[in-house]
């Protein structure tokens, strides 16, 4: 707003003591202060009101103008309650340093006039904004991108004092400034966000970490044309991105409220664009999971992944390793309808780019397809050196054990209650022969995944060399009654008594039967341990003491 229209309001009781000519300064806040030193709280544009207590003396005005002026203020307002009538010392002083300056009357309260200046300078900070990004999203939408998120993030900083931040489905930090938002407070808000979306509350989402208030606002993925509105939530809350704003938007009124929603469509073109540049790697992974999968043969496999090496890993000459990993998503009884394949390749891209990885999306180094029920990622890992080879090192690549370390808490969420995903993750293997071995590794070890307790599990092709890769092929009523027939007698045991066999029973195998470590890990004596398994002994028949009665308790215990 300019300086002029001040004094086109009556109800501010505002009077022009000079200044006349400056009148056309924009005005971009407002101030009140007595103090002699305002200068550390002003930011430049500011409309100063001074009830005039700094004055003690005629030659305080000009310290007190000076100190304005340079902290480049737009005008200075002086209230008359205080002394009657603005000093003539202050007068001059502002016609000599250009500051307009204007007399407040008695009757108007400084309130009042604050209360109108902020209106009227948020209202045209909004409806620039508005414009500016009613302007981005027709560049965005007819070409390439003006800067990304990145830069309506930078408009919602300067033209509204906004600190926000676009995530991912897993907290993952798609743009915003890095160091502003920690990772355990990003993961919390995408778990918000995924537990407030399953729900079917309409956004935003009201979401208080460490006592900050933050307001998330959905980001959809808009380049679905031929999905219907009313699609079943499950498809794309795994998948969406999200505005977290650092503000209670409970409290905006409705302009603020469709303006941040407008923001979020702009952001949404850039979460197609980069939706649209994953075609490329999906059909690659397509091409050669078809291979693969019809056995064709293995000079022709190879030559398919020639040509997706430069691709997911340019600028590397040797030829890398891969690793498949295979997921699955599961939901309850009513989701039947729910295209499960689509949601498990969505995911598995997001769960494969590094965590910490911000800015342009890291994922382009990864090819996932997905067939029926599951989604298959083909991760390219740079070959080692011949000299590493010959030393004995192996290409590094996931771990299944902390692939989802960063991402099981936001999953979680948004899986619910009917929702599962299980993974599984194959060895790294140097050519296309190894490529039908590792696909069938990775689904065995997502089988495994899928025998534990969890709503989001994974196992890796290290737990396929132990006794841990049968159960999943137990059937369930035979992993029942063999669970049953020798732990049950212990737990009522224990019940009815308190006698903590089954702990002690877990311990001594632990201990591998050694009667003094398990003692010493108990903190009981030696003959109460001896008594406690000859109670277990006793009451199952078997004897802890043979190397096939070990192994069945030790499977049982595995198994419940």
């Known amino acids: 707003m300019r300086l002029r229209a001040l004094l086109e309001n009556d109800a501010l009781g505002l009077r022009l003591l000079g200044g006349e000519s ?13 103090l002699r030193d305002p200068s550390r709280y002003l930011s430049g544009g500011e409309l100063v009101l001074t009830g005039l207590a700094w004055r003690r003396s005629p030659e305080d005005s000009e310290s007190f103008v000076r100190i304005l002026v340079a902290a480049q203020v737009s005008a200075l307002a002086a209230g008359e309650a205080e002394l009657g009538a603005v000093p003539e010392d202050l007068v001059a002083a502002c016609a000599r340093h250009r500051l307009p300056l204007f007399a407040v009357n008695e009757s108007v309260a400084f309130a009042t006039i ?4 902020v209106r009227q300078v948020s209202g045209e900070r909004a409806g620039d904004l508005a ?22 993030l930078d408009l919602l900083g300067s033209d509204l004092d906004l600190r926000a931040w676009v995530l991912s489905p897993t907290g993952r930090l798609i743009a915003g400034a890095s160091g502003s938002l920690p990772s355990a407070t990003r993961t919390a808000l995408a778990g918000e966000h995924l537990a407030a979306t399953r729900t079917g509350r309409r956004g935003p989402h009201r979401a208080v970490v460490d006592g900050t208030v933050y307001s998330l606002f959905p980001v959809q993925n808009t380049g679905r044309a031929a999905e219907p509105v009313s699609r079943d939530v499950r498809e794309s809350v795994l998948s969406d991105w999200l505005l977290a704003v650092e503000a209670d938007a409970g409290e905006w009124p409705a ?34 999971l ?12 190879a030559a398919r992944l020639r040509v997706a090496a430069p691709v997911l890993l340019p600028g590397f000459g040797a030829a890398p390793h891969w690793q498949v990993v295979v997921a699955r998503v599961d939901w309850g009884p009513d989701g039947t309808g729910v295209e499960a394949g689509p949601v498990a390749q969505s995911l598995l891209e997001e769960i494969l780019v590094d965590p910490s990885a911000a800015g342009p999306d890291s994922s382009d180094r990864i090819a996932v397809a997905h067939a029926a029920d599951e989604a298959i990622a083909l991760v390219p890992l740079p070959a080692v050196p011949p000299s590493d080879a010959a030393a004995g090192s192996t290409a590094g690549g996931l771990h299944a054990d902390v692939l989802l370390d960063a991402v099981r808490e936001p999953l979680s969420a948004g899986l619910a209650d009917d929702g599962r995903l299980t993974i599984g993750v194959s060895a790294a293997v140097s050519s296309a022969e190894g490529l039908r071995g590792a696909l069938e590794e990775a689904r065995h070890s997502r089988r495994v995944a899928a025998a534990r307790p969890g709503r989001v599990c994974a196992a890796g092709h290290h737990e396929l060399a132990s006794h841990v890769l049968l159960l999943p092929f137990v059937p369930d009523d035979v992993r029942r009654a063999f669970t049953a ?10 019940r009815r008594h308190r006698a903590e066999l089954i702990p002690t029973l877990e311990a001594f195998l632990e201990a591998d039967g050694s009667w003094t470590r398990c003692a010493q890990r108990l903190h009981l004596h ?27 308790f030790f499977l049982a215990l595995r198994m419940s």
């Open 290 to 301: 078809e291979l693969v999968q019809t056995a064709a043969a293995p000079a022709e496999i």
């Open 485 to 494: 027939r020798l732990l049950d007698p212990l737990r009522e045991y224990d």
């Open 22 to 34: 400056e009148l056309d300064r924009g005005l971009r806040g407002v101030m009140t202060t007595d």
């Open 131 to 152: 414009a500016v990004v009613d302007r981005h999203r027709r560049l965005m939408t007819s070409g390439p991108a003006g800067g990304g998120p990145d830069a309506v």
């Open 114 to 117: 604050t209360e109108y200046v």
């Open 526 to 552: 030696v003959n109460t341990l001896r008594y406690r398994v000859g109670r277990i002994e006793q009451l199952t028949g078997r004897d802890l003491s043979r190397l096939e009665d070990k192994l069945d």
């Open 255 to 288: 302009e603020r409220l469709d303006l941040l929603q407008g923001v979020t469509q702009l952001i949404a073109v850039e979460r197609d664009r980069r939706e649209a540049a994953r075609t490329v790697r999906r059909r690659l992974a397509q091409e050669v």
